[in-house]
């Protein structure tokens, strides 16, 4: 994207994404851009996990689905021993690879995700089409305490293909000036610049999109905003309502506590080490600032709806005698991990 001359950016490389403005319609497929360590996790249980929805995320290719000719749902396994298996596309629309094959599969068309997760809106951009478009959404975090919790993400995380053993016992300050910490990783995200020096038309191109495409929520008020995008994505339970609730509930708890259990000791504002990741981070630390105001902006764009907005409505397909909402829901598969 760029600023034209008369000072607006138009987004025409997002022209598959709903403008916020724009009416919901049940055609809409909600996209939930996955930023690192800031709550999305829980995100993703939750509409996954509790709200049942097929979802469309790394988890699809497992078991061998990656190699999958045809699309479908599937169910793979990894979860809680006991608990019920998850439903997913058999895509990973987490990877620009995956991103492709999706594509070439007619995902979009397939109708069959009620959720995607990409950190890569402008390549999923071309993954949706006119008629099958996409709805942005996404949760943040104030830009320094992400850092914080990515540098002692990456000193344990074996799994990861970037990960260096010698990181494990740097201190804060080291990773601040190494080479591997972010810099204004959502900045670039947004403007699509993942790389170069940024200037002042990357925050400009950055806000434009979140005004004008995303729904926001922070990490920082997770129960408000969970309850925001069950209003705008019109979700409501069909699966068994108490216990959705109930997984619901234990999740955002979870959320709202993590960084009360996290002992790992901090910088304080105003250190050296909080110095240095606030300069790594300039436009981001803008960009929240705008992003906290606009949360509370958007809170008019559902307020015609009602509150507990999950329960409106509800029904239950595991229940006997089972019940469905009007225009069908097709019930989760019960295979236990």
């Not at 929520?217 to 109930?246: C, M």
Request: charged share 25%; with cysteine; proline share 7%.
């Amino acid at each position: 994207p760029k600023v034209e001359r008369d000072g607006k950016v138009r987004l025409s490389e997002l022209s598959n994404f709903k403008d916020i403005t724009e009416p919901w319609d049940p055609s809409d497929v909600p996209i939930f851009l996955h930023i690192p360590k800031a709550g999305g996790s829980t995100v993703k249980d939750i509409i996954g996990t509790c709200h049942r929805f097929v979802m469309a995320s790394e988890k699809g290719v497992l078991d061998g689905h990656g190699d999958d000719a045809d699309i479908s749902i599937v169910y793979p396994g990894g979860g809680p021993a006991g608990q019920d298996r998850s439903p997913f596309v058999n895509v990973d629309t987490t990877t620009l690879h995956g991103i492709v094959r999706a594509r070439d599969m007619d995902f979009a068309d397939s109708g069959l995700a009620d959720i995607v997760v990409t950190p890569f809106i402008f390549e999923v951009n071309d993954l949706m089409t006119p008629t099958a478009k996409g709805r942005l959404f996404t949760v943040f975090r104030h830009p320094i305490e992400r850092a914080i919790s990515m540098f002692y993400y990456i000193q344990i995380a074996t799994w990861e293909v970037t990960y260096d053993p010698e990181v494990e016992f740097w201190t804060i300050e080291q990773y601040a000036k190494s080479s591997k910490v972010e810099n204004n990783w959502l900045t670039r995200q947004l403007s699509n610049q993942p790389a170069g020096d940024l200037t002042d038309t990357n925050l400009i191109i950055a806000k434009n999109v979140i005004r004008q495409k995303f729904m926001v929520g922070l990490v920082s008020n997770i129960e408000a905003t969970i309850d925001r995008l069950e209003k705008f994505f019109r979700w409501t339970y069909h699966v068994n309502p108490p216990n959705q609730e109930i997984c619901r509930q234990a999740l955002i708890a979870r959320g709202a506590n993590s960084n009360v259990q996290n002992a790992k000791p901090k910088p304080e504002p105003g250190s050296e080490e909080w110095k240095m990741l606030e300069w790594q981070n300039k436009y981001d630390l803008e960009l929240y600032a705008y992003i906290e105001e606009l949360f509370d902006e958007q809170e008019q764009i559902v307020s015609n709806l009602p509150d507990e907005f999950r329960n409106i409505d509800a029904t239950c397909c595991k229940c006997g005698p089972a019940t469905y909402p009007p225009g069908g829901f097709d019930c989760p598969i019960s295979m236990p991990n």
